[in-house]
């Protein structure tokens, strides 16, 4: 397509520019080195006028690394960060860096300053310092504020600035294109110029990455097959394949096709990774889908192709839990440790719920001090669960050592009052009053509320030993409250 005749690259006759982006700011940054913070003060604060003569006066002298730095974090003062630019050029005797430069391209984009963009870029061609990553800034910088025609015309004129429109290029603007939403441009175009640039398997995969964040089933259908068919079954396309397989997710029976097109690329011996088991397990957690979850863990992490993390062990554990396979979620934990990936809080309270609702008290009490040694503390749930199951089958020392967990969490004493009194009236139960006394004693004073009837049987046990001035003791502290 000739889009020579439309208007010029840069032209200010465009659609109205996007909410200005929030830029990195040299604010806030800490420990930042004085020069370069004050540097950045100085332009965020001088008129594009004064910045010269500003900096002549402060005496300043900086080195490439020093540009390079201010620049990054200026981005909110783009007038007087170019004025710098230009002042450090000539300290430098023009020996600014590449980067440097990209970095005013970049900032002048981003800015929607697109003509002085284009001076900018104009310069570094006269001393050849253009490179695929200027123009792939430029491609993000329109696109970035609804100016796609913009980038496609910057892709047709590389070669004037001595680049090949090849395919890396290419993916460059399609990658920019489709994070923006705007896929449906992105293939649109695509399609016009893949007979004369040789596109890859990356191509395929950053469309079908669009099409994923998009939720177009339908059109990651079409483009997968295309693929495909061009470019046949390559192992090493698993960004590919994990973008579609996440897009048929989010698709009507998006398990079943899912796993479908799984089973097939199973079959050809190409996998996706850790993005595909990620989502995949997510979405079984939420539908409860057990055996679907130890299909794919099995395909795909004991067979060691991915490398699962904290958080796909977490899902996989909450799908054990689901089921009850304690043996399996006891085997996961082992292996998890071994395979670096470490128990969270989210892991050890998935694990002490399910040991607590299956009564195996050996393993919740070595999960509770695994977690506890760790510095994690258990949830409030599992806590006040641990207490009245500890206390129900007599072993009130357990419970005491989780009351006291519970105690330093951040839950509100109200939400203590319930579990209190339950220990307490527990505790005098199995002939633990000592104890029963010295923790009420404790509540009192951390104003947790006792209510009449645990005091009413304090008071009778404390009677029955001819002790009523322990009890005497604590009613005066409780009234006190």
């Not at 007979?195 to 994923?212: F, H, K």
């Not at 079409?222 to 397989?245: K, R």
Request: some cysteine; aromatic content about 8%; overall charge neutral.
């Amino acid at each position: 397509m000739d889009r020579s005749k439309k208007r010029s690259i840069g032209s200010s006759q465009s659609p109205p520019p996007k909410k200005r982006p929030t830029f990195v700011s040299y604010r806030e940054i800490p420990k930042l080195h004085p020069k370069i913070k004050l540097l950045c003060e100085l332009l965020a604060n001088t008129p594009s006028v004064s910045v010269e003569s500003t900096l002549d006066e402060a005496g300043v002298r900086v080195s490439t690394e020093d540009v390079e730095e201010v620049l990054k974090l200026s981005y909110n003062s783009p007038g007087p960060t170019v004025k710098f630019f230009t002042w450090a050029g000539r300290q430098l005797n023009d020996k600014l860096s590449p980067y440097a430069w990209n970095l005013v391209v970049d900032l002048l984009g981003k800015n929607s300053l697109f003509d002085a963009m284009w001076d900018a870029i104009k310069s570094m061609k006269k001393e050849g310092l253009v490179s695929l990553a200027t123009f792939a800034s430029v491609f993000i910088s329109y696109v970035g504020c609804d100016r796609v025609d913009e980038a496609l015309m910057a892709f047709d004129v590389m070669d004037q600035y001595g680049l090949r429109r090849d395919v890396v290029a290419l993916n460059s603007l399609l990658s920019a294109i489709c994070r923006e939403g705007k896929t449906g441009r992105a293939k649109a175009f695509f399609d016009i110029v893949k007979d004369r640039v040789m596109t890859d398997a990356d191509s395929y995969a950053i469309l079908l990455e669009g099409w994923e964040n998009e939720g177009d089933v339908r059109n990651a259908h079409n483009v997968f097959a295309e693929m495909v068919a061009l470019h046949g079954w390559d192992t090493s396309n698993v960004p590919a394949y994990d973008a579609f397989l996440c897009a048929l997710l989010k698709g009507p029976n998006g398990v079943r096709e899912a796993m479908s097109f799984f089973a097939t690329m199973k079959e050809k011996r190409c996998y996706p990774g850790s993005k595909f088991l990620r989502c995949a397990l997510e979405e079984f957690v939420r539908l409860n889908l057990d055996r679907e979850g130890d299909y794919l863990w099995e395909a795909l992490v004991e067979s060691k192709r991915c490398n699962a993390d904290t958080k796909m062990y977490n899902s996989m554990i909450e799908l054990l839990c689901h089921s009850n396979n304690a043996d399996r979620v006891n085997q996961l934990l082992d292996e998890m440790i071994v395979n670096g990936a470490f128990p969270d809080s989210g892991t050890y309270n998935a694990v002490l719920h399910l040991f607590l609702k299956l009564r195996k008290l050996r393993d919740a009490s070595a999960i509770f001090r695994e977690m506890v040694k760790n510095e994690f503390v258990p949830s409030v749930s599992n806590c006040k669960t641990a207490i009245k199951v500890y206390l129900d089958v007599g072993e009130p020392e357990m419970a005491i050592r989780v009351w006291k967990c519970l105690v330093v969490s951040e839950s509100g004493v109200a939400a203590l009052e319930d579990i209190a009194n339950l220990l307490i009236v527990e505790l005098q139960e199995l002939n633990r009053l000592p104890e029963a006394c010295k923790y009420a004693d404790e509540m009192i004073d951390r104003k947790i509320k006792l209510n009449s009837k645990t005091l009413s049987q304090l008071k009778h046990s404390l009677g029955k030993l001819g002790k009523m001035h322990v009890y005497d003791e604590l009613l005066k502290k409780w009234k006190s409250r």
